[in-house]
C-alpha cells in the first residue's frame, strides 16, 4: 500500500488543521492505520490509531482531547483532526499503516509509510 500525507501548514496556536493520508494500492480498512510525527531533534512519536471503521483506537496522552483520528474506508482516507494547537504541536506528521502492528505505538511496528506532512504552530 501506497500512502501519502498532506494538509500540514503553519497555523497560530489555538487554532485547527485537518491532515489527510491518501492510500493506494490495497484496500486500507484491512489494515491498522496511524499517525506518529517527530519534532526536529527528536524520535518519532506516536500520536493516534484506528483499526477498521474505528472498532479500536488510540490517542496518545499528550493529544488526547484535542486530536480525532477517523477514516473513510470508501475514500482509502484517513484523517486527523488537529485542534487547539500548541508551539510544541510542530513537528512533521506521518500516516502509517500495518497488517497487524505488533504494537500500535511503536513506529517499527508499521511497514508502510507516507513521506510526512510539516505542521508548524506558532505562539
Known amino acids: 500500500v501506497q500512502l501519502q500525507a498532506f494538509g500540514g501548514g503553519v497555523v497560530q496556536a489555538g487554532g485547527s488543521l485537518r491532515l489527510s493520508c491518501a492510500a493506494s494500492g490495497r484496500t486500507f480498512s484491512r489494515y491498522y492505520r496511524g499517525w506518529f510525527r517527530q519534532a526536529p531533534g527528536k524520535e518519532r512519536e506516536f500520536v493516534a490509531a484506528?483499526?477498521?471503521?474505528?472498532?479500536?483506537?488510540y490517542y496518545a496522552d499528550s493529544v488526547k482531547g484535542r486530536f480525532t483520528i477517523s477514516t473513510d474506508n470508501a475514500k482509502n482516507a484517513l484523517y486527523l483532526q488537529i485542534n487547539s494547537l500548541k508551539p510544541e504541536d510542530t513537528a512533521v506528521y506521518y500516516c502509517?499503516?500495518?497488517?497487524?502492528?505488533?504494537?500500535?505505538?511503536?513506529?517499527?511496528?508499521?511497514?508502510?509509510w507516507g513521506q510526512g506532512t510539516l505542521v508548524t504552530v506558532s505562539s
Open positions: 502509517a499503516a500495518d497488517v497487524r502492528p505488533q504494537r500500535v505505538s511503536i513506529p517499527d511496528s508499521y511497514g508502510y
Open positions: 484506528i483499526i477498521g471503521n474505528g472498532v479500536s483506537i
